[in-house]
């Protein structure tokens, strides 16, 4: 918004040449979505806390470390979306489709969460929001981004390590949704301990705000050998913002944890992700920075799957981060040391784009 309102200012008032910089506007989303956490963030817990009376639910079966957290209120993740759209909008070209393409699937997913967790934490249903509708409102969204991204570019994956691009044709709506559920469910999963999710939710956009900035500049993508995606640089301040958003919530959300983030947050967070990988054609990349997340949700596949073919467990408790808990690990060693994993794995996603 203040692009399109003070850039044309410019050649009177030569101080906004700045806001045609994307990296300057990038810079500012992060800095205002974390100040703005700061500034709402006790006032939202307080206010939270009032309407939450129990707090986020607490698994009986789980370890017994985290029976201390009963009544620690949840859905923060509302926080999060709140300042990530205020930032995005205040510092990004309005008049670009990918830009309102992402808050689209980030407020779609978010809202599922949101309901998901009103039925579990006001209305006092266990269940929440069945699976079944879950799923079908995530891919509905999921599906109508997924056809927006194909009129605005090709239906082609970049493929790491390889001068090449997949050329999906017809297959590569589904497969962008399919990316969409799946990442978001992947964060969900994640978000078991304080701090656990959102540390590399935003080292993974960090990831992804460098390659969408590159994907953007024709000189950049041609060097390097990925897609050129006309406007997708824009996406560099949606990724600034997200990373400015978990950066302000993690400082409520890191161990102790005086709010949690809940499905709204969890939910919205990796739906972003894997639209902002989707339109600039990087999903194999995405599922490289986001390991984390992918061992998560294979951990519980297999734990499942296991169980249900043998009637044996694979972990002693899955997501996989409960399986350390129960082993001995403290849950701030775990969280630290599934941090720098993820740290570790953006780095390589980062390097591929080089190594081809």
């Known amino acids: 918004m203040l692009y399109n309102l003070l850039f ?27 100040v703005l956490c700061w500034i709402l963030g006790p006032s939202f817990i307080r206010r939270m806390k009032r309407y939450q009376v129990k707090g986020q ?20 993740g509302t926080l999060i979306l709140l300042v990530l759209t205020i930032s995005t909008l205040l510092w990004a070209d309005v008049t670009n489709a990918f830009i309102w393409l992402a808050l689209f699937v980030t407020l779609g997913y978010g809202l599922i969460g949101w309901y998901d967790d009103y039925l579990k934490i006001i209305r006092a249903d266990p269940k929440g929001l069945a699976g079944r509708w879950k799923l079908l409102l995530q891919v509905l969204i999921g599906g109508v981004a997924a056809v927006g991204l194909v009129q605005l570019t090709d239906p082609v994956v970049d493929v790491p390590f390889f001068k090449t691009q997949w050329d999906m044709g017809m297959w590569y709506v589904p497969f962008v949704v399919l990316v969409l559920v799946g990442s978001s469910n992947a964060v969900n999963l994640t978000d078991g301990l304080d701090g656990l999710a959102v540390a590399p939710t935003f080292m993974v956009a960090i990831a992804l705000a460098v390659v969408v900035y590159l994907s953007g500049h024709v000189n950049f993508a041609a060097y390097l050998l990925i897609p050129h995606v006309p406007g997708a640089s824009e996406l560099t301040i949606f990724c600034g913002a997200m990373v400015g958003a978990c950066l302000g919530f993690l400082w409520f959300n890191t161990y102790p944890a005086q709010v949690f983030m809940g499905d709204v947050g969890a939910l919205a967070l990796g ?36 169980f249900k073919l043998t009637g044996k467990r694979v972990f002693r408790m899955a997501p996989i981060h409960h399986h350390f808990e129960l082993k001995g690990w403290a849950e701030p060693k775990v969280i630290v040391r599934f941090w720098i994993i993820s740290l570790l794995l953006a780095l390589v996603a980062l390097s591929t784009l080089k190594i081809r």
């Open 57 to 76: 639910p607490i698994r009986q079966d789980g370890p017994i470390s985290h029976l201390a957290k009963a009544g620690t209120p949840t859905m923060g």
């Open 271 to 306: 739906g972003a992700l894997g639209f902002v990988a989707s339109a600039v054609h990087q999903q194999f990349l995405l599922a490289i920075a986001g390991g984390l997340f992918v061992l998560e949700a294979v951990s519980v596949i297999v734990q499942v799957a296991s």
């Open 8 to 34: 044309p200012l410019a050649d009177q008032y030569p101080v906004f040449n700045l806001f045609q910089y994307i990296t300057f506007r990038t810079v500012y989303a992060l800095i205002t979505a974390l």
